[in-house]
């Protein structure tokens, strides 16, 4: 039976005793590394609060970054803190709500607590088991309004509960809430053929480093005419004709709280290829999160610890220097910090903690270049070696007023890229999905090292283009009408019985896939 743990803040924050379940705060859950106790777990994350960075928000994404079932997950999560996503949803659990006729009519407004899909008020427990298939929150505080003329019911709001907030009076429902829980299997929430395709390809002209330039895109849209394939511009106010496309190509900078998230979002639960899909964008854009697939799947990378505020203090004694310090969200190098002392290193600390309630600190590891591999569907499809801008330590040296500098770009033909750098790459994007990624790696005379996995890899004529040539916006293309055409093709036959499946064999890493 796989082990069932308990995740909170402080220890005080669980006052319930429950046989067979271990309670853990979140601080030591973060420590621990992915090698105590039996795998697979059980995850509950009762954190008080789940926003995006705070430590109850780190505790489910290492959670599935181990390979952990947690409740709430990261998808949850989000569809909690998106407000578009939470409407649609609410939409649907509204229907579920009767007219409560046992409320007075003096009543207006109430707000129910939901315990693991349970709820004091039989007449609620459709709607209350309901809630918790939609939105996986452990504990939820609902808003209820009557509607104009006493004709029914609306949610007026939605928002988790942390255990503090459950009353002594109803630690019976709690404690029955978590024990069905912890019984029951554990699930996710439910979540014309041709050779044209159209394709949009959202972007910010007002970007200052776009994964690819205008100029960039220009040239897809004349392959893509050339191919039969429509390619159309589009910008974050085009989201409500999104699905007038068959596929999105997002060439703008992702993050969770942004709209481009919602585009691939969106895209994805109608069943359009998307690059970026919201699960590479999710996995890719925390540091902290790569850092715990890359280290617990045998990947080689910098020495990474992670630091709280509860742990800065003793902290000095674990430190080599340089150190470099990074908010896990960041991205273009403009959240990572390097510390050459302990003063150094505790301010900059102190600045990111505004931030972020956790910081990756690694080792200094110093190379002219790092190497960029460029990775679609487990195929390299471009290479390229970033140098530090110069007189700087990092490939992007940012300056005021949102000035930057950039070291140069040189294309490597991918069958001269070495293979002890091409292995690691593609087994480190295999780990986040099939969609499109940049993985940068770090040649050293002790071995190569991963630093992170990139969602939306920069890709631009003259640059990452140059050993590749045309060819690669054509392989990009080709891939985007290949998921088009699947999903318009007639599901393959099951095998006869007694039939055997032989596998294709997959390409020579050194095979340049033309």
Not at 331 to 359: C, R, T
Not at 369 to 391: H, N, P, Q, T
């Given at each position: 039976?796989?082990?069932?743990?308990?995740?909170?803040?402080?220890?005080?924050?669980?006052?319930?005793?429950?046989?067979?379940?271990?309670?853990?705060?979140?601080?030591?859950?973060i420590a621990e590394g992915p090698s105590l106790l039996q795998r697979p777990r059980r995850i509950v994350n009762l954190c008080r609060s789940y926003a995006y960075l705070s430590i109850g928000y780190y505790a489910s994404l290492l959670a599935?970054?181990?390979?952990?079932?947690?409740?709430?997950?990261?998808?949850?999560?989000?569809?909690?803190?998106?407000?578009?996503?939470?409407?649609?949803?609410?939409?649907?659990?509204?229907?579920?709500?009767?007219?409560?006729?046992?409320?007075?009519?003096?009543?207006?407004?109430?707000?129910?607590?939901?315990?693991?899909?349970?709820?004091?008020?039989?007449?609620?427990?459709?709607?209350?088991?309901?809630?918790?298939?939609?939105?996986?929150?452990?504990?939820?505080?609902?808003?209820?309004?009557?509607?104009?003329?006493?004709?029914?019911?609306?949610?007026?709001?939605?928002?988790?509960?942390?255990?503090?907030?459950?009353?002594?009076?109803?630690?019976?429902?709690?404690?029955?809430?978590?024990?069905?829980?912890?019984?029951?299997?554990?699930?996710?929430?439910?979540?014309?053929?041709?050779?044209?395709?159209?394709?949009?390809?959202?972007?910010?002209?007002?970007?200052?480093?776009?994964?690819?330039?205008?100029?960039?895109?220009?040239?897809?849209?004349?392959?893509?005419?050339?191919?039969?394939?429509?390619?159309?511009?589009?910008?974050?106010?085009?989201?409500?004709?999104?699905?007038?496309?068959?596929?999105?190509?997002?060439?703008?900078?992702?993050?969770?709280?942004?709209?481009?998230?919602?585009?691939?979002?969106?895209?994805?639960?109608?069943?359009?290829?998307?690059?970026?899909?919201?699960?590479?964008?999710?996995?890719?854009?925390?540091?902290?999160?790569?850092?715990?697939?890359?280290?617990?799947?045998?990947?080689?990378?910098?020495?990474?610890?992670?630091?709280?505020?509860?742990?800065?203090?003793?902290?000095?004694?674990?430190?080599?220097?340089?150190?470099?310090?990074?908010?896990?969200?960041?991205?273009?190098?403009?959240?990572?910090?390097?510390?050459?002392?302990?003063?150094?290193?505790?301010?900059?600390?102190?600045?990111?903690?505004?931030?972020?309630?956790?910081?990756?600190?690694?080792?200094?590891?110093?190379?002219?270049?790092?190497?960029?591999?460029?990775?679609?569907?487990?195929?390299?499809?471009?290479?390229?070696?970033?140098?530090?801008?110069?007189?700087?330590?990092?490939?992007?040296?940012?300056?005021?007023?949102?000035?930057?500098?950039?070291?140069?770009?040189?294309?490597?033909?991918?069958?001269?890229?070495?293979?002890?750098?091409?292995?690691?790459?593609?087994?480190?994007?295999?780990?986040?999905?099939?969609?499109?990624?940049?993985?940068?790696?770090?040649?050293?005379?002790?071995?190569?090292?991963?630093?992170?996995?990139?969602?939306?890899?920069?890709?631009?004529?003259?640059?990452?283009?140059?050993?590749?040539?045309?060819?690669?916006?054509?392989?990009?293309?080709?891939?985007?009408?290949?998921?088009?055409?699947?999903?318009?093709?007639?599901?393959?036959?099951?095998?006869?019985?007694?039939?055997?499946?032989?596998?294709?064999?997959?390409?020579?890493?050194?095979?340049?896939?033309?």
């Amino acid at each position: 039976m796989p082990a069932q743990l308990i995740i909170v803040e402080k220890s005080s924050d669980f006052r319930w005793s429950v046989p067979g379940v271990r309670v853990v705060t979140a601080q030591d859950f973060i420590a621990e590394g992915p090698s105590l106790l039996q795998r697979p777990r059980r995850i509950v994350n009762l954190c008080r609060s789940y926003a995006y960075l705070s430590i109850g928000y780190y505790a489910s994404l290492l959670a599935e970054a181990r390979g952990e079932r947690v409740t709430p997950s990261m998808e949850a999560i989000t569809d909690l803190q998106v407000k578009a996503v939470q409407s649609q949803k609410l939409a649907g659990l509204e229907r579920c709500l009767g007219p409560l006729a046992a409320v007075p009519r003096a009543v207006d407004a109430m707000r129910i607590q939901v315990f693991f899909g349970q709820v004091e008020d039989k007449d609620l427990a459709e709607f209350a088991s309901r809630s918790f298939e939609l939105f996986r929150c452990p504990l939820l505080a609902i808003d209820l309004e009557r509607l104009e003329g006493g004709g029914g019911w609306k949610v007026a709001a939605l928002h988790p509960l942390d255990p503090r907030d459950v009353d002594p009076a109803r630690d019976g429902l709690f404690l029955d809430g978590l024990a069905r829980f912890c019984r029951r299997p554990w699930r996710h929430a439910p979540s014309t053929s041709g050779p044209r395709m159209d394709l949009a390809i959202l972007h910010d002209p007002k970007e200052a480093l776009p994964p690819s330039k205008l100029k960039t895109l220009q040239a897809m849209m004349r392959i893509g005419q050339d191919m039969d394939i429509a390619v159309e511009l589009i910008e974050k106010k085009d989201y409500p004709r999104l699905t007038q496309f068959d596929a999105l190509f997002i060439r703008e900078t992702t993050a969770i709280a942004h709209h481009t998230f919602r585009f691939a979002r969106k895209a994805a639960s109608e069943g359009m290829p998307v690059i970026d899909d919201p699960g590479s964008i999710l996995r890719c854009t925390n540091k902290a999160f790569l850092s715990e697939l890359l280290g617990g799947n045998g990947i080689a990378t910098p020495r990474t610890l992670f630091l709280t505020r509860r742990t800065l203090a003793g902290f000095e004694t674990q430190l080599t220097y340089p150190a470099v310090l990074k908010v896990p969200d960041g991205a273009f190098s403009l959240s990572v910090k390097k510390a050459e002392n302990w003063q150094q290193f505790q301010d900059i600390a102190a600045a990111m903690f505004k931030q972020s309630g956790l910081i990756l600190v690694q080792d200094y590891v110093y190379t002219p270049f790092d190497w960029r591999i460029g990775i679609l569907a487990g195929e390299v499809i471009f290479a390229a070696k970033y140098f530090m801008s110069s007189g700087h330590w990092q490939i992007i040296q940012h300056g005021e007023a949102g000035a930057y500098t950039e070291g140069r770009t040189q294309a490597v033909p991918v069958q001269e890229v070495p293979r002890e750098v091409i292995e690691p790459a593609v087994r480190a994007a295999g780990l986040i999905g099939t969609g499109l990624y940049g993985v940068d790696l770090k040649q050293t005379k002790s071995g190569v090292v991963v630093i992170e996995v990139n969602d939306n890899p920069n890709i631009d004529l003259g640059l990452e283009d140059a050993a590749a040539g045309e060819g690669l916006y054509r392989k990009l293309l080709s891939h985007f009408q290949a998921l088009v055409d699947a999903r318009h093709r007639p599901p393959t036959p099951a095998l006869p019985s007694g039939a055997i499946h032989r596998p294709r064999l997959v390409h020579d890493l050194r095979d340049t896939g033309s």
